[in-house]
């Protein structure tokens, strides 16, 4: 069976709450057609206070055009650091997923202490499941 064929009739939709592999939580809206918008709330930092007292960076990015959209986003920590994610979102057969390859950016002081400040890695975002209430 090849899941790669499959085709889906709807786009794959970013709006919404999602969550990655190590806890951070992802809220996008899209704007006028192609402007995304949201809040990152993130569980790592690089070193302690980088992403701020809060650990929340306000998202700014766009998203393509299709079926299967790419998008790129932005956050600046206010500890100074900046992150940028480009990727696509997919519709798959249950749930979509959004599949990102990620740049932190972290302030240093001097140049000769650029060469440590850019760092690389993949992020895999899926929906947040919504808890369900006994009452």
């Known amino acids: 069976m090849c899941l790669l ?11 919404g709450v999602w969550m990655n592999s190590l806890g951070s939580m992802l809220t996008l809206s899209v704007d006028e057609g192609s402007h995304l918008r949201g809040f990152f709330k993130s569980s790592v930092e690089s070193s302690p206070g980088a992403a701020g007292e809060n650990m929340i960076g306000k ?6 055009s ?26 798959g057969l249950k749930t979509p997923v959004i599949r990102t390859m990620w740049l932190l950016r972290s302030q240093v002081d001097t140049e000769d202490k650029n060469w440590m400040a850019t760092r690389i890695g993949e992020d895999t975002f899926h929906p947040k499941r919504r808890e369900l209430s006994l009452s």
């Open 66 to 91: 299709g079926m299967q959209p790419t998008l790129a986003m932005s956050v600046t920590w206010s500890g100074g650091s900046v992150s940028t994610w480009a990727g696509q979102c997919f519709q």
């Open 5 to 15: 064929s499959q085709q889906h009739k709807e786009r794959c939709n970013v709006s």
């Open 59 to 64: 998202v700014s990015g766009v998203l393509g």
